[in-house]
């Protein structure tokens, strides 16, 4: 079951992209040379280099009063730069930026003090509480005593925080601290709002109290621009702007984006992967290929339908193909002249691991409960995960995930229950799970003074494999992801992308029975994410069980099933049509977002007091 966005608000603009399919030009009616009375933001030709580096080329964009503007694409698109330069903190090498009427070259000082820049960072003070950060905010933006009393209450009280005023905020969630951010930065009312990845690792609940907080400013008449990898998140905004490698490939409202591949997306249910991906991947009308849990997404080069003798090769034995309505990731695949997943992804050789483990990659755990004091961390959790399944694992921050896959990897004692990783205990036998699990972290846990190849030799002499399994392993695991051409490269001088995909190799180097990844694709490009879940696809089709945590709800769809966790609790566990059809059929579940803040909301009222206390 494929949920998406149906949501696309929006104000209506027909301005169209130009230029070649490869790397489209910004639309040319943006460049007038003098901006409406409503526009808070033009630039002109605005470029930025960094030494002979160019970031960006000749961007063209006109921001309006009262609406909220996204930035869409990968890490390295240049969002970043492009940010700092209309806060005013970054010169244009060539070009112009005007913010509220000003320059920002000459006129640095007077944005700076106008407008409310909360950048990935997000700078707070851990050892200071939520007010003593309110009121350093304020009082270095030079607020009046009489105003902040009531701005702090508003503010806090819509994030949610007004009953934290003194927790430091060291000890708030990810979540928490994004929002006592962004109050931070709204203090002084600014009447424009810069923000770098605002939701990048904020979980869904705190997702959506961050999104009425911005729908509110912008109703009020804040203007702000937000730079965002998610393209489920773009569908919020009122127009964007898609970047690829520094330029401006389309500006539009979300609305008018995805008809661009209007007639062009279809997904197929066919039990043979692998002969499909290759018919596909050979064919020059298909610029891109999706592996989802059950079905195969991709889309043809023009609306013209697929070319018949692909379409009956596809269709043999009782395959079934399907349109369907396209995403921002087609839109963004289409502008950047296409990119299809690299040949289907061959098996992993056959070595000689120490040890098998008697049950493959089956996961189960009985009453697993582990406490820390008084806090209960995982409350019983009971669960069992098949071998070659692709399992989900979704919760808001301090849901008990991290807790839970720490238990699963042997590093953290049940305080009670247990856990059996391909029929082993992590209650008894932890030191045995080594050699049976693979686990890639948000981190990329890797040496950075070191080559790719010199990080995977590391990581097989860990797995214990032998020289002969080591050989043959590091070779088979640089040509399924694609690092054969840096693979005497240092891993400090390459870009996001290519680390995601050397921290994957190293997690499945030894072919390990279970595989735990944790937020693995935060910030790679639509196509990245496609080349990585075709991999994970494959490995599950030869037996390895996949165990994701994301809080980028769409890779739900490439799950086989899904578990969702809440204050420690196990509150859902199915496929997401099973979720659905456990809700009430008033349930609006348009979106995988939309069924797991049900449950979430399901499960809080269960154990509300009767009294309705909070």
């Not at 990731?329 to 502008?335: E, G, M, Q, S």
């Not at 846990?445 to 494999?465: K, Q």
């Not at 080349?531 to 994970?536: D, E, M, P, V």
Request: one cysteine or more; hydrophobic letters at 40%.
């Amino acid at each position: 079951m494929t949920l998406m966005f149906n949501q696309k608000p929006g104000q209506s603009d027909q301005r169209a992209d130009q230029g070649s399919s490869q790397v489209p030009a910004a639309d040319s009616t943006l460049t007038t040379p003098q901006a409406a009375p409503d526009v808070v933001i033009k630039t002109t030709d605005l470029c930025r280099s960094y030494g002979k580096k160019q970031v960006l080329f000749d961007v063209n964009l006109e921001i309006h009063r009262s609406e909220i503007f996204g930035l869409l694409g990968p890490d390295g698109a240049g969002k970043t730069t492009l940010m700092q330069m209309m806060a005013a903190i970054l010169d244009p090498t060539r070009g112009s930026c005007s913010v509220m009427g000003r320059d920002t070259v000459r006129d640095a000082y007077w944005i700076n003090s106008h407008i409310g820049y909360m950048f990935q960072g997000f700078t707070l003070y851990d050892k200071l509480s939520v007010s003593e950060n309110m009121v350093f905010s304020a009082d270095v933006r030079g607020l009046p005593k009489a105003l902040f009393a009531e701005r702090q209450e508003r503010l806090l009280r819509m994030a949610g925080l007004l009953r934290f005023l003194k927790r430091p905020a060291g000890n708030l969630s990810g979540g928490m601290r994004k929002k006592l951010s962004l109050c931070t930065n709204m203090i002084h009312e600014p009447d424009l709002l810069l923000l770098d990845e605002l939701s990048l690792g904020v979980d869904p609940a705190s997702r959506r109290d961050l999104w009425d907080m911005l729908h509110a400013s912008r109703d009020h008449g804040v203007t702000v621009v937000m730079t965002t990898p998610y393209m489920d998140e773009a569908e919020h905004c009122d127009r964007l702007a898609f970047l690829h490698e520094g330029r401006v490939l389309a500006v539009d409202t979300a609305e008018a984006l995805h008809t661009r591949c209007a007639g062009q997306v279809y997904e197929l249910v066919n039990p043979d992967r692998k002969a499909a991906h290759e018919q596909m991947f050979d064919s020059p009308e298909i610029i891109s290929i999706r592996h989802l849990s059950d079905r195969i997404h991709f889309q043809s080069r023009s609306a013209g339908g697929i070319p018949t003798d692909l379409a009956a090769q596809l269709t043999r034995d009782g395959a079934v193909i399907e349109p369907v309505e396209a995403g921002l990731d087609d839109v963004y695949i289409k502008l950047s002249g296409g990119e299809k997943s690299s040949a289907y992804a061959r098996p992993p050789p056959t070595i000689h691991l120490p040890d098998k483990p008697p049950e493959r990659g089956r996961i189960r755990t009985e009453n697993l409960t582990v406490r820390f004091g008084d806090f209960v961390a995982n409350d019983g959790v009971t669960l069992e995960i098949r071998p070659g399944e692709v399992f989900g694992f979704l919760g808001a921050n301090g849901a008990g995930k991290t807790t839970f896959i720490r238990t699963l990897c042997g590093l953290q004692r049940p305080t009670s229950g247990d856990g059996w990783i391909g029929g082993i205990s992590v209650k008894t036998e932890p030191e045995r799970l080594r050699y049976h699990i693979g686990y890639m972290s948000q981190r990329f846990s890797l040496y950075p003074d070191m080559t790719v190849e010199e990080n995977l030799s590391f990581f097989a002499g860990v797995y214990g494999l032998s020289r002969v399994d080591r050989r043959q392993s590091i070779a088979w695991a640089i040509d399924v992801t694609d690092l054969g051409g840096v693979k005497t490269k240092l891993v400090s001088s390459m870009p996001g992308a290519l680390s995601q995909r050397l921290a994957l190799a190293c997690a499945i180097m030894h072919q390990p029975s279970v595989v735990f990844l944790d937020e693995p694709t935060s910030g790679v490009s639509p196509s990245a994410r496609y080349k990585f879940w075709q991999l994970i696809q494959t490995l599950a089709e030869v037996g390895t069980t996949i165990f994701v945590t994301t809080h980028y709800l769409e890779e739900a769809n490439y799950c086989h099933r899904l578990g969702m966790m809440h204050q420690g609790r196990l509150i859902g566990l199915g496929t997401a049509g099973e979720l659905v059809a456990d809700l009430p059929p008033e349930t609006p579940c348009d979106t995988i977002e939309d069924m797991f803040l049900a449950y979430i909301a399901r499960e809080e009222a269960l154990h509300r007091p009767e009294s309705g206390a909070l």
